[in-house]
C-alpha cells in the first residue's frame, strides 16, 4: 500500500513564497512518476505539476509555469513543489498523487494517478 502526506501548506502574503511537501510511503517511491493538483471550492481538480519517476522531465500547467517548480529527493521519497510569486488565483487545495510505476505519457490525465493524498490548503493574501 502506498499512503501520501502532504504539508508546508499555509498563508502567505501575495509575492511570497511556500514550499509543499509530500512523503511517500511504500518501497515503490523511485519508481513512481508524481504529480501535484489543486482544487478550489466549486471547481474541478486541475493539473499544477508533474515529475517522471527518474526525475529528468517536469511539467506544469500554463498557469504555474516560471514560478512553481516540482523536485522529488528519493533518499526521503519526497517530492516537492516550490512554489514563488505566488498570486491570488493560486490559493487552492493542493494534492500530491503518484502514477503507476514507469508510467510515461500525459501528466494531465488524473485517472493514471493510483494514489493521492488528503491535501493541504494554500492560502494568499493581498
Known amino acids: 500500500q502506498v499512503q501520501l502526506v502532504e504539508s508546508g501548506g499555509g498563508l502567505v502574503q501575495a509575492g511570497g513564497s511556500l514550499r509543499l511537501s509530500c512523503v511517500v510511503s511504500?518501497?515503490?517511491?523511485?519508481?513512481?512518476?508524481m504529480g501535484w493538483f489543486r482544487q478550489t471550492p466549486g471547481k474541478e481538480r486541475e493539473f499544477v505539476a508533474g515529475?517522471?519517476?527518474?526525475?529528468?522531465?517536469?511539467y506544469y500547467a500554463e498557469s504555474v509555469k516560471g514560478r512553481f517548480t516540482i523536485s522529488r529527493d528519493n533518499t526521503k521519497t519526497t517530492v516537492y513543489l516550490q512554489m514563488n510569486s505566488l498570486k491570488h488565483e493560486d490559493p487552492a487545495v493542493y494534492y500530491c498523487?503518484?502514477?503507476?510505476?514507469?508510467?510515461?505519457?500525459?501528466?494531465?490525465?488524473?485517472?493514471?494517478?493510483?494514489?493521492w493524498g488528503q491535501g493541504t490548503q494554500v492560502t494568499v493574501s493581498s
Open positions: 515529475l517522471a519517476w527518474s526525475g529528468d522531465n517536469t
Open positions: 511504500g518501497r515503490t517511491f523511485n519508481n513512481r512518476p
Open positions: 498523487a503518484a502514477r503507476a510505476p514507469f508510467l510515461i505519457g500525459n501528466f494531465y490525465r488524473q485517472r493514471d494517478y493510483e494514489y
